[in-house]
C-alpha cells in the first residue's frame, strides 16, 4: 500500500511564493520519475516539472526560470518551489510518483488548491 500526502497550497498575492511538498509512505522499493501537474477549472491537466531519479528536471515553459522541482529521496518526498506567482497559475496542482513496490505504478496525490490573486 501506497500512500500520497500533499501539502502546501493556500492563497497568495501575485509575485509571491508557496513551496508543495509530497510525501509517499508504505512500502516502497524505490521511487522512479516524480512530477508535478496542475488542473485549472474548465481546463485540461497539465505537466508542470519532472524530476528524474538521477535529479534531471523537466519543466513547462510557462513556469521555466520561476518554478523548481526537487526531491528527498531518502524522505520519498518530492517539493516544487514556486516563486513570482502569476494568476495564471491558479489550479489544483497533483505530485505523481512512479513507484516501484509490491504494487508498482504510478501514485497521484490528493491534490492541492493554489490561489494567486491579483
Known amino acids: 500500500q501506497v500512500r500520497l500526502v500533499e501539502s502546501g497550497g493556500g492563497l497568495v498575492q501575485t509575485g509571491g511564493s508557496l513551496r508543495l511538498s509530497c510525501a509517499a509512505s508504505?512500502?516502497?522499493?524505490?521511487?522512479?520519475?516524480m512530477g508535478w501537474y496542475r488542473q485549472a477549472p474548465g481546463k485540461q491537466r497539465e505537466l508542470v516539472a519532472t524530476?528524474?531519479?538521477?535529479?534531471?528536471?523537466r519543466y513547462a515553459d510557462s513556469v521555466k526560470g520561476r518554478f523548481t522541482i526537487s526531491r528527498d529521496n531518502l524522505k520519498n518526498t518530492v517539493y516544487l518551489q514556486m516563486n513570482s506567482l502569476k494568476p495564471e497559475d491558479t489550479a489544483v496542482y497533483y505530485c505523481?510518483?512512479?513507484?516501484?513496490?509490491?504494487?508498482?505504478?504510478?501514485?497521484w496525490g490528493q491534490g492541492t488548491q493554489v490561489t494567486v490573486s491579483s
Open positions: 505523481a510518483l512512479q513507484v516501484v513496490s509490491s504494487a508498482t505504478g504510478t501514485y
Open positions: 508504505g512500502t516502497i522499493l524505490r521511487i522512479n520519475d
Open positions: 524530476i528524474t531519479s538521477g535529479g534531471s528536471t
